[in-house]
């Protein structure tokens, strides 16, 4: 049985994610509060894999997560995956439903409780539906939902996933109220181990450049070494190396598999032009309608 790590607590989008990726598969799943102790557990061997979003439609990067990665200790990319991060309304329906089968009875909602992101996401259903609602913001949309559990009668509602729901028994008010129904989260998976999965038709690679100093140039001859191979570049992100003012690195995910002929002739064209050049992983990629078939 292996051990995967989540950002917690139970119930939260990571956890949804985590449970689907697996699905069907005895696995053992423990929350951790901080991104960082997934990869120190990863890294020191306390689980076997580390689940991580790396990024999302709306809010763009995790930047502090992609900074995880690059470490120099940190375990290598072994999957990713892609997972809609989709908030409800929840709450006690017995306090909050209207009769004979109505819906939520928003006038009776006091309070409503989850993480900052989450009610962002959820801006035009609230405002109309509860402009004068007072929010109070907690560290994970699962922790908001715990919160109305241990308090009925009060009014309170939270934001969250459906999983989370389910956990606490509590009901869902109003389904899928966000404002973006484009809105996913990528997660990749860490670990020291390159595990079993399902075979996919997509691949990808994540590398880290380093420009050599002085060189006029440099990133236009990078970018040039893939694109006379027409090899596609799903993304470019600098981000400072924190050794010194203005030193930077470059974060690429590249379409394809470090198997292929094409891909590492690029990245020795790219260590000739003097750039230090570090694989990060290549991995296989699972849409979320790839995941959802398999789970049918």
């Given amino acids: 049985m292996k051990r995967i790590g989540y950002l917690g ?3 939260t989008v990571s956890h949804e994610s985590a449970a689907l990726f697996f699905q069907g598969e005895q696995h053992a799943f423990f ?8 990869f120190a557990a990863a890294v020191d061997g306390s689980i076997d894999y580390g689940v991580v979003p790396i990024e999302n439609t709306i809010e763009g990067s ?9 470490q120099e200790d940190s375990p290598p990319i072994r999957a990713e995956w892609t997972y809609p991060s989709r908030q409800n309304l929840i709450g006690h329906g017995d306090e909050l439903l209207l009769k004979n089968g109505g819906g939520p009875d928003y006038a009776r909602i006091r309070k409503i409780f989850s993480k900052d992101v989450a009610i962002a996401q959820c801006h035009r259903f609230l405002n109309a539906h509860m402009p004068d609602v007072e929010f109070e913001y907690v560290n994970s949309t699962a922790h908001g939902i715990r919160l109305v559990k241990e308090n009925p009668g009060k009014g309170w509602a939270a934001i969250g996933t459906k999983h989370g729901s389910r956990m606490y028994d509590l009901a869902l008010l109003a389904e899928n109220i966000t404002d973006h129904h484009n809105n996913y989260t990528r997660f990749v998976l860490i670990g020291r181990d390159k595990p079993e999965l399902q075979p996919s038709d997509n691949w990808k690679t994540t590398i880290l450049v380093t420009l050599p100093e002085d060189f006029p140039g440099a990133l236009h001859q990078v970018l040039s070494a893939f694109a006379w191979r027409r090899i596609n570049l799903t993304k470019i992100e600098s981000r400072p190396t924190k050794l010194k003012l203005g030193s930077y690195y470059f974060y690429i995910d590249v379409e394809g598999t470090t198997e292929s002929v094409l891909l590492p002739a690029a990245l020795e064209e790219i260590e000739a032009l003097g750039c230090m050049v570090r694989v990060l992983g290549s991995y296989p990629s699972y849409p979320y309608e790839i995941l959802k078939e398999v789970q049918a």
């Fill in 62 to 70: 995790v930047r502090m997560h992609v900074d995880s990665l690059v």
């Fill in 31 to 38: 929350p951790f509060k901080l991104v960082a102790d997934i």
């Fill in 9 to 11: 607590p139970e119930g």
